[in-house]
């Protein structure tokens, strides 16, 4: 167990919505990454929080935003769904800003678009 | 941004040791170079983390030669268990505060 919390594990809608993926960061974590991983692909870079602040942006779609809460929890925001957007979705948290330290990785949010 | 390029895929068989390499041309002054492990369908495992030289944990060897461009992860003693993708990610520790993955090592240990 990793400390991360992500909900819902699966999500299952129609082209057009919108939906919103929850992470828990670790207790005392004030950095949080989004990535998605769609079937046999690597981890893609979204968007990288710090303590409630946007730090960084891989390629985030424009449909798509994010959030980190005062409680230190983060939220995507995914809407016009498209079929490719299927994927799963991972949250990783990390103590530090930078890169010298050990992310950890929720289990997923696995999003399916029919 | 630091990029890094991995084999794609690397056989094994159980009791071996495996050495993956990760190339990392452009790699900055204050980067860390990470490795990872994942399973289908679960989130990225912390396996190791350096510097330069050598850095030895329970369950691998990270090498890092003098001028960092390179790294090797070494798993001592394979076991079918270890099967998986091992991604290495070279930390920005820039302005952008990116980290990239790479493509990934899919190892597959054979009995």
């Known amino acids: 167990d990793s400390g991360v919390t992500q909900t819902p594990k699966h999500l299952i809608t129609a082209t057009g919505q919108r939906v919103t993926l929850r992470c828990s960061p670790r207790?005392?974590?004030?950095?949080v990454y989004w990535y998605q991983q769609s079937l046999d692909q690597g981890l893609q870079f979204l968007i990288h929080y710090y303590n409630g602040e946007e730090r960084a942006k891989g390629n985030i779609l424009e449909r798509f935003s994010a959030q980190q809460f005062p409680d230190l929890h983060s939220e995507l925001n995914l809407s016009s769904l498209e079929l490719g957007d299927s994927a799963l979705y991972f949250c990783?948290?990390?103590?530090?800003?930078?890169?010298?330290?050990?992310?950890?990785f929720g289990e997923g949010s696995r999003l399916t678009v029919l | 941004l630091a990029k890094t390029t991995q084999p794609i895929s690397m056989d094994s068989y159980e009791g071996q040791e495996v050495n993956i390499t990760c190339s990392h041309n452009?790699?900055?002054?204050?980067?860390?170079i990470t490795w990872y492990q994942q399973f289908p369908s679960q989130g990225p495992r912390f396996i190791i983390q350096?510097?330069?030289t050598k850095v030895t944990n329970e369950v691998a060897s990270l090498f890092i030669p003098a001028d960092r461009k390179s790294s090797t992860l070494s798993l001592p003693r394979v076991s079918l268990s270890d099967t998986a993708v091992y991604y290495c990610l070279v930390g920005d520790n820039g302005a952008t505060n990116k980290l990239i993955f790479g493509t990934g090592t899919l190892l597959a240990v054979q009995p």
């Open positions: 452009n790699i900055a002054t204050n980067d860390y």
């Open positions: 350096g510097y330069k």
């Open positions: 990783a948290s990390s103590v530090r800003l930078a890169g010298s330290g050990e992310l950890f």
């Open positions: 207790s005392g974590d004030l950095s």
